[in-house]
């Protein structure tokens, strides 16, 4: 059984999601809730499902606290779903090929430095983009560029506002982020 550590910023929508789906697999099981922000609705979904929670600052994660913190709980796959701070090389290095992020567009489209969550669906829909979607994709040192796994799309018309064109990357988000995390496992 693979133990899972899911990274998060925000809402959680995604962790939770990929908490309820496994509760029931027989390959993996989320032991860790970890966030940068102390008030962060995710840590109260994380209880919901009575996974532990732990929370940190981006200084504590540069010095290595997250790195020790994930060893000491023997962490084989660290999820990142709608976490919003540059990973340190560090704790990439600590984690080949087993830390996987998802982001809200078309990757290589859209992605980079200050595009997250709703700065993403604004730019998208400022390009007149026809379609977007999201990318699932391993993570290295530099944002965004690791290995895609997947992707899927969604058509946008010209009545879509960045608010509508994100719950249509959400539903995507939620349909697929927790299969495909089981497929890599
Ligand atoms: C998700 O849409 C995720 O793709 C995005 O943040 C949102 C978090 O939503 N991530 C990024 O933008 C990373 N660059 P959630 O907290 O409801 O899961």
Do not use: C
């Not at 899911?6 to 970890?34: D, R, T």
């Not at 008030?39 to 940190?56: D, I, S």
């Not at 809200?104 to 983009?129: D, I, N, R, S």
């Amino acid at each position: 059984m693979k133990r899972l550590a899911i990274l998060a910023s925000g809402s959680g929508s995604n962790a939770e999601k990929i908490m309820e789906h496994f509760q029931n697999s027989e390959k993996g099981k989320v032991v860790l809730v970890a966030s940068n922000k102390a008030g962060a609705y995710v840590l109260e979904r994380a209880k919901k499902f009575q996974v532990p929670t732990f929370t940190f600052t981006k200084k504590e994660m540069e010095e290595g606290i997250l790195l020790k913190k994930l060893e000491e709980e023997q962490i084989d796959w660290v999820i990142l779903a709608g976490f919003l701070l540059k990973i340190p090389d560090a704790l990439t290095r600590a984690f080949p090929d087993h830390m996987v992020n998802i982001h809200p567009a078309l990757l290589p489209k859209y992605g980079g430095k200050g595009m997250y969550g709703a700065h993403v669906h604004e730019a998208v829909k400022a390009a007149g983009e026809k379609e977007t979607g999201i990318t699932i994709h391993l993570v290295n040192e530099n944002y965004d560029e690791g290995k895609i796994i997947f992707q899927a799309h969604t058509a946008i018309d010209e009545l879509d506002t960045p608010d509508s064109i994100a719950a249509k990357v959400h539903e995507l988000e939620h349909k697929y982020f927790p299969k495909v995390i089981e497929g890599l496992l």
